[in-house]
């Protein structure tokens, strides 16, 4: 199943050192039965998209739960193909618990925020627990940050974009 993992920085910093991750909390998302109830209509990469766009609203939450004292504001998703998942529709239509740490070779794509996106980035961080409560301001500022597309990168190439950040 491919599965889409919410990230930061660091801890994709910290996958290509270790070659493998271990998503916190061994969340993720993905196209579920579940989610795809949930939409009217849609093909499958509508709803991959979907469920990325969950993971990328997760990357927020990390962003924002950042103890450092500047938290480096691009969100990260990492697609991974995972065999071992436990579909959780208690949480959310579109989230998964992976079993264990994700390797390296399970690795489809990375997908990371533009520079451009940091000062939309920033705001949403700051406000995605209003947003989440519903907050009409918050969303619209999380809208701004999801207006922002992620750049795809195949596996590969993390280590370079990493050495030019």
């Not at 990230?7 to 996958?15: K, S, V, W, Y």
Request: aromatic residues 6%; charged residues 30%.
């Amino acid at each position: 199943m491919r599965v889409y993992l919410p990230a930061t920085l660091p801890m994709l910093r910290q996958l290509v050192e270790d070659k493998q991750l271990q998503p916190l909390g061994g969340t993720g998302f993905a196209l579920t039965p579940a989610l795809r109830e949930s939409y009217a209509s849609g093909d499958t990469e509508e709803l991959e998209y979907a469920a990325m766009r969950e993971a990328s609203r997760a990357s927020l939450r990390l962003i924002a739960g950042d103890p450092g004292e500047k938290p480096e504001l691009r969100r990260v998703v990492i697609s991974a193909d995972v065999d071992e998942v436990t579909l959780r529709p208690d949480l959310d239509h579109a989230v998964v618990k992976v079993s264990g740490p994700v390797r390296w070779k399970q690795i489809a794509a990375v997908h990371v925020d533009a520079a451009e996106a940091e000062d939309a980035v920033r705001a949403a961080a700051e406000v995605i627990d209003a947003a989440d409560l519903g907050d009409p301001d918050a969303e619209f500022a999380l809208g701004d940050a999801e207006d922002h597309e992620l750049a795809w990168y195949a596996p590969q190439e993390v280590p370079f974009l990493l050495e030019l950040m």
